[in-house]
Every structure is written in C-alpha cells, then in structure tokens.
Nanobody
C-alpha cells in the first residue's frame, strides 16, 4: 500500500486548504484511514480519522480541529481528503495520511501546512 499526500501550502489565518491522500497498491480491507500532524518540536498527533464501510461511519476529530476540519473518503477513487477551514497559526505542521490494513499501518510522506498570522 502506498499513500501520497498533497495539497499543503502557505495560507493566512482564517483561510482554507484541502489536503488529499491518494492510496494505491493492495487497497483491499483498509478499514481505517486518518490524518495526523506533527508540528516542529512536537509529537505526531491524530487530527481526524474515518472508518471504512461500516454503517455507523462517524468520523473522529481532535478537539483542536472539531468544527473546522472535515475528513472524507471516496472508496471508489481510493482517496481521502481533509478540508481545513478557519485555519489558525497553531495548525502549522506537517500533515500525514495513514491507512490501517489488518495489523499493518501505512504512512504517506507528509505535506506541509503553514498558517501565517
């Protein structure tokens, strides 16, 4: 499984960005996909998570992004997006997409988001 994240960039505070993660390879049975972020000097932290095909597909959001970020997944296209609105300087970080398949966790290469004040 390979993941390719894209969409990062420089944006002013209050602005929006949309990140995308393209998944390729043996994508069957990927049951959880998520976005993490890692700010300089900090540990990587979960931002949002979405499960695969269960009926109760309720995304999870960290408190810091709840109400501002929206995670979506397109199983037909094997993509996952993160719409980020009302961005704040504290959202500045490298954003990574991940996928869980069985006992394996796969990571994308990260895309940098910089929010200026």
């Amino acid at each position: 499984v390979q993941l390719q994240a894209s969409g990062g960039g420089l944006v002013q505070s209050g602005g929006s960005l949309r990140l995308s993660c393209a998944v390729s390879g043996s994508v069957g049975s990927i049951n959880v996909m998520a976005w993490y972020r890692q700010a300089p000097g900090k540990q990587r932290a979960l931002v949002a998570r979405i499960t695969s095909r269960d009926v109760l597909n309720i995304p999870y959001y960290s408190d810091s992004v709840k109400g501002r970020f929206t995670i979506t997944r397109d199983n037909a296209k094997n993509t996952m997006d993160l719409q980020m609105n009302y961005l704040k300087p504290e959202d500045t970080a490298a954003y990574y997409c991940s996928a869980v398949q069985g006992l394996n966790v796969y990571w994308g290469q990260g895309t940098l988001v910089t929010v200026s004040s």
